[in-house]
């Protein structure tokens, strides 16, 4: 069950009268992968336009078709549903379902650590729903609420940025009942400039915020902390970090290449309470602490929360770790990547006493600061002990020459997935990183 779950449904929604009644499986915008009995949303981009697919999704069995091309502004099939704007029409219908919605929102926004924490909350809390794989923007968001399931007794959801009033609009839909900041750091400085303008954009979900909510933020900038629990009287702030002054804090520390674990602290609870997971990472860390502070909000039981993520069954969408050439092992986070991301893994990998291996793929939408950044990941990643840093997309040079003596350099993919084959032994350990756009998932199947 879904909550457009017939015509008349996606009518009361969209403010559109539609003439015929048709039962709804589903919501797609892509013409190639679309179901019958879907709704195909036609958008477009820059280099695509959805408006040109859409008899093709009618015949594959799309039951409506929403457009924004004037050419079907007098189009008599009752199966298409003209609107100015497709992408806004998306964020309409999800601001009324969750004006309807009797359950709890929470939209979690960050640099780094949104889609981790968004996982482990979800994971966490029964019942719920949540972002479909990275579904983060203008589009992808209203698309993961409009899947949900309605009996849901909470919606978890990542909100991303890459220019300033994305975080506005998408928590404006959603009027959070608890808004997440994971952290502030080097992302989308193409748009955001510089990690000001960082701070200033994820700080626009706190004015969307339901009266009597809260917000979660990290406490590592007096100056944000101090913006953040003045902003609004009518909301709590509640910090996490890893010094004892913020409200939920870690102690106890211990960190391998298999498990972290730590006590949580806080005055505000009876107890610490003990996580021993199998996620890895100090980051992690963190991102547990914010999910930690999501259940405290919620008045749910913390006990569970910490059994669920030291169960064996908890998953770390963000990294996979596998068996890979000549019985090496391998670190999949190539999902994204940004300078703090990049850092976070390179503390992960060092931890190793194998021989380390960074494959580096170019750190997209940098701005002007592109090449001091990946310059300071090479001496980055040659003070934390990394052996060898193979890098892959022209910006990566830079890390490359300041990483020194074992910096290798590839422009070709076949070449680089050949010295791989050649060189990669059951010593060694291997992690790949680098932005969404560098496809860097290409060479785990060399």
Not at 282 to 305: M, T
Request: proline share 1%.
């Amino acid at each position: 069950m879904k909550f457009i779950a017939n015509t008349k449904d996606l009518e009361k929604y969209i403010g559109k009268k539609i003439q015929k009644n048709f039962s709804i499986k589903g919501i797609s915008i892509d013409s190639r992968s679309l179901k019958k009995g879907y709704i195909f949303v036609a958008i477009k981009g820059k280099n695509f336009n959805g408006n040109d697919y859409v008899d093709e999704a009618i015949k594959k069995g799309a039951v409506i078709a929403i457009v924004d091309d004037k050419r079907f502004i007098r189009s008599k099939n009752n199966r298409i549903i003209y609107v100015k704007n497709s992408i806004l029409s998306l964020g309409k219908i999800t601001k009324n379902i969750i004006k309807e919605y009797n359950g709890k929102v929470i939209a979690i926004t960050g640099s780094n650590g949104k889609t981790s924490t968004t996982s482990i909350i979800s994971q966490t809390i029964k019942g719920s729903s949540s972002t479909i794989q990275n579904y983060n923007n203008e589009i992808g968001m209203p698309l993961s609420v409009i899947n949900a399931s309605p009996k849901s007794n909470s919606l978890i959801l990542e909100i991303g940025a890459s220019k300033f009033n994305d975080i506005n609009y998408l928590s404006k839909i959603l009027s959070p009942n608890i808004g997440i900041i994971t952290n502030i750091g080097n992302s989308h400085l193409e748009t955001l400039k510089n990690t000001n303008g960082v701070f200033r954009a994820k700080s626009e979900i706190i004015k969307n915020i339901k009266s009597n909510g809260y917000l979660i933020v990290p406490f590592e900038n007096k100056q944000h902390i101090d913006y953040w629990k003045n902003v609004r009287s009518d909301i709590k702030v509640l910090t996490f970090g890893m010094c004892n002054a913020a409200d939920f804090f870690p102690t106890k520390i211990n960190i391998n290449e298999k498990r972290i674990s730590f006590y949580i602290n806080s005055t505000h609870l009876k107890a610490n309470i003990y996580i021993n997971t199998s996620m890895v990472g100090e980051h992690n860390i963190k991102n547990i602490l914010a999910s930690c502070i999501a259940h405290y909000c919620l008045d749910l039981n913390l006990e569970k929360f910490a059994m669920i993520i030291n169960s064996k069954n908890l998953k770390n969408i963000r990294l996979t770790k596998m068996k890979w050439i000549g019985g090496s092992t391998l670190i999949d986070d190539s999902y994204n990547a940004n300078p703090d991301s990049a850092k976070k893994s390179i503390d992960l990998l060092s931890r190793y006493k194998k021989r380390k291996f960074l494959i580096l793929g170019d750190m997209l939408e940098l701005g002007r600061y592109r090449k001091k950044l990946h310059k300071n990941i090479g001496e980055y990643a040659n003070a934390k002990g990394i052996d060898v840093l193979i890098g892959y997309g022209k910006l990566t040079k830079h890390a490359i020459d300041s990483f020194g003596k074992n910096g290798i350099y590839f422009i070709k993919e076949e070449e680089l997935k050949g010295y791989l084959k050649e060189n990669i032994t059951s010593k060694d350990v291997i992690l790949i990183k680098g932005s969404r756009g560098m496809k860097m998932e290409r060479f785990i199947n060399v």
